[in-house]
C-alpha cells in the first residue's frame, strides 16, 4: 500500500538521484587509474559519453524504485534492492567522472526519471514475470550500449574506461539475477520500442 509517508520517501530520494547526489557503496574504479592528456574534442566526447551514462543510470534508479515499489513478491524486491544498490554506485562513479572532465550531467534529468519511473511501473503492473523480462531485456541493451562506449571511448582515458567496464560486468550480472527469478521474453515489438526510446535518449543526452 502506498502511503503519504512512502511518497515522501519516494519523492526525496527522486530529487537526489536528479540533482546528482548519489552516493557509492563502493570504491570508484576509475580512482585506480592514472589521469590522461585529453585534448579538447577529446575531452568533450568523453564527457557526452558518460552523460548518456549518467542518465541511464538515473532511469536505472526509477525503474528499479518503481518497479520494487509495484511487486509484493521479497525476492524480487530484495534483488531489486540490491541491483539499485549498486545502481547507485554508477550514478555516482560517473557524475564524479562528468566534474572531472569539467562537465554537467544532463538538463533533462527530471524528464529521464519521470518517464523511466512511469516505464517501470508499467512493467510491474503486467506481473513478476514482465517485470523481470522487462529487466533482462533492459540490461541486455545496456551492455551493448556499454560496451559500444568501450569502442568509443578515447584510448587514453583510462579512468572512463574503468567505470564503464565494471559497470558493464554489473548490468550483465543484474540482467542474469532477473533472469534466473522467472523473467519471461518480451515481445520483438516491445524489445523495438525500448531500442527506439533509448536511441532517442542516448542521442539527446550526449548533448543536453
Known amino acids: 500500500m502506498i502511503t503519504m509517508n512512502n511518497l515522501i520517501i519516494h519523492f526525496d530520494r527522486a530529487l537526489r538521484v536528479v540533482s546528482g547526489q548519489a552516493h557509492a557503496s563502493r570504491p ?3 580512482n585506480l587509474q592514472a589521469d590522461a592528456e585529453l585534448d579538447d574534442s577529446e575531452r568533450q566526447h568523453s564527457a557526452g559519453l558518460m552523460r548518456v551514462n549518467h542518465v541511464g ?6 525503474l ?8 509484493q513478491t521479497k525476492a524480487i524486491q530484495e534483488q531489486f534492492l540490491h541491483s539499485g544498490i549498486e545502481e547507485e554506485d554508477h550514478l555516482a562513479w560517473t557524475a564524479d567522472r ?3 572532465l569539467n562537465s554537467r550531467i544532463s538538463l533533462l534529468s ?3 526519471y519521470a518517464g523511466a519511473y512511469a516505464c517501470g511501473a508499467i512493467a510491474a503492473k503486467c506481473g513478476d514475470a514482465a517485470s523481470l523480462g522487462f529487466v533482462v531485456e533492459t540490461e541486455k541493451q545496456v551492455e551493448a550500449h556499454l560496451a559500444s562506449h568501450l569502442q568509443q571511448l578515447p584510448p ?3 579512468k572512463s574506461r574503468a567505470i564503464v567496464e565494471q559497470m558493464r560486468v554489473d548490468e550483465i550480472a543484474h540482467g542474469a539475477a532477473a533472469d534466473a527469478l522467472g523473467a519471461s521474453q518480451l515481445p520483438v515489438p516491445v524489445q523495438f520500442a525500448m531500442k527506439g526510446l533509448a536511441k532517442v535518449m542516448t542521442t539527446t543526452a550526449y548533448y543536453i
Open 28 to 30: 570508484n574504479p576509475g
Open 156 to 158: 587514453q582515458d583510462a
Open 64 to 71: 528499479y524504485d518503481s518497479q520494487r515499489q509495484f511487486t
Open 57 to 62: 543510470e538515473i532511469c536505472a534508479q526509477a
Open 110 to 112: 527530471p524528464l529521464w
Open 98 to 100: 562528468l566534474r572531472e
